[in-house]
């Protein structure tokens, strides 16, 4: 396992080169944390909001960036690590100079302007992600520059996946794998299912530093919803205290990500033996996920992962018990471009990778979800191998 290298770099290179191409642009600039670390490998450790940071990719010439002091040492890291594909930074100051220390500049509309003209980029045509306050400041001292809001067009950038972020990929999903069949192992009456997932989440990490030294892993979420909450895809709002009981449907979410990329791994378990509709349900949605899943196929429609899943659970009569969409797209963001899977009809293009969890939400009873994380191809593969048998989800 390694950082993504520098193929990663010249294939993400080469698409924004073809992205100004076809916006007639002269470069990108990029302001949002996703599309920051897109461009340059670098995972920020501020929030722009607060602190703003500026990527600009030119059609011609390197790639420079506009960063908050704060950052100064956290860039030093990556750097020294020779994970980051950023060399030409200029920061600016944190707040006011009250002593002799080496003074940054402050003013950052002013900063932005001159390393634009500086660049050449002053009377230039760029697209931007984000129409930043900044960047309209800037705007004033370079009355010929064109800013052009671009979000839309750019969201093309990361829906295929370069093969070595497949790689990742594989690897972080083995290892949702390996912490799945602990949850099976620790499933039990009584248990409380916070204590539960922080238990999940401190084996997940102590395997992820077995498989990943040095690696960028961190978890967003181990996630476990029992019984009648379980028919809520995101809960009751009152986790705290909660604890499984005999009987129990339940649904957990295992959320990490590693060097920038996530994986989704999700289950349906029951807390003894299920009863019948119990039974019926959860088959009818792992039926849905391997339909979804089995639709990932290059030049099928987006859309036709959602309508495969949906055609099996209608074809169930559980069409009341569906109220979200089957999946979405997986990469740098857990819910990743393209966002409207439902109602997208573009054709699918071989190195996306989407979630598939079609879901059945009984209220009273519980839920019903199965995720699998799959990579669209002539032929799908699907990256999460939890198995889907009632008899390995009956526990306790």
């Known amino acids: 396992m390694a950082h993504l290298s520098k193929a990663v770099h010249d294939y993400r290179l080469s698409a924004m080169h073809r992205l100004m191409d076809r916006l007639r642009v002269d470069a990108l600039v990029f302001g949002t944390p996703d599309f920051f670390q897109y461009a340059t490998n670098y995972q920020l450790d501020v929030w722009p909001w607060e602190r703003p940071v500026f990527v600009v990719v030119p059609r011609n010439g390197e790639t420079f960036a506009v960063m908050n002091e704060l950052s100064t040492n956290h860039l030093r890291f990556a750097t020294s690590k020779g994970t980051v594909w950023l060399t030409d930074v200029t920061f600016y100051a944190e707040h006011p100079r009250v002593s002799n220390r080496l003074p940054l500049p402050a003013q950052l509309p002013e900063v932005v302007a001159a390393l634009l003209s500086a660049k050449g980029l002053g009377m230039s045509r760029i697209a931007v992600d984000t129409q930043h306050p900044i960047l309209a400041g800037a705007q004033r001292y370079l009355p010929e520059l064109t800013l052009r809001p671009s979000l839309a067009e750019m969201r093309s950038l990361r829906w295929v996946k370069h093969a070595e972020e497949h790689q990742v990929m594989r690897d972080l999903a083995a290892l949702t794998d390996w912490v799945q069949d602990r ?123 959602d309508a495969a899943a949906q055609a099996v659970i209608e074809a169930a009569g559980c069409g009341q018990y569906i109220f979200h969409r089957t999946g979405h797209a997986v990469g740098l963001m857990l819910h990743e471009y393209p966002e409207d899977m439902a109602f997208n009809t573009r054709p699918l293009l071989a190195g996306e990778v989407y979630s598939s969890e079609p879901g059945l939400y009984v209220y009273g009873l519980g839920g019903f979800r199965l995720d699998d994380t799959v990579i669209v191809g002539d032929k799908p593969e699907v990256i999460v191998n939890t198995p889907k048998t009632l008899e390995y989800a009956t526990v306790a």
């Open 183 to 305: 949850y099976r192992e620790n499933i039990r009456p009584g248990r409380l299912v916070q204590e539960l997932d922080h238990a999940m989440a401190a084996l997940m990490v102590e395997e992820a530093a077995n498989r990943f030294p040095g690696e960028d892993f961190d978890i967003l979420k181990c996630w476990t919803l029992t019984g009648a909450a379980s028919a809520s895809p995101h809960g009751d709002g009152a986790a705290c205290g909660s604890r499984i009981a005999r009987g129990d449907t339940i649904v957990n979410l295992i959320l990490p990500r590693l060097n920038g990329l996530h994986v989704e791994n999700e289950r349906t378990w029951f807390c003894g033996r299920p009863d019948s509709e119990q039974s019926r349900l959860y088959q009818v949605a792992a039926q849905a996920t391997d339909a979804a899943v089995a639709a990932a196929v290059v030049g099928k429609r987006v859309c036709d992962m």
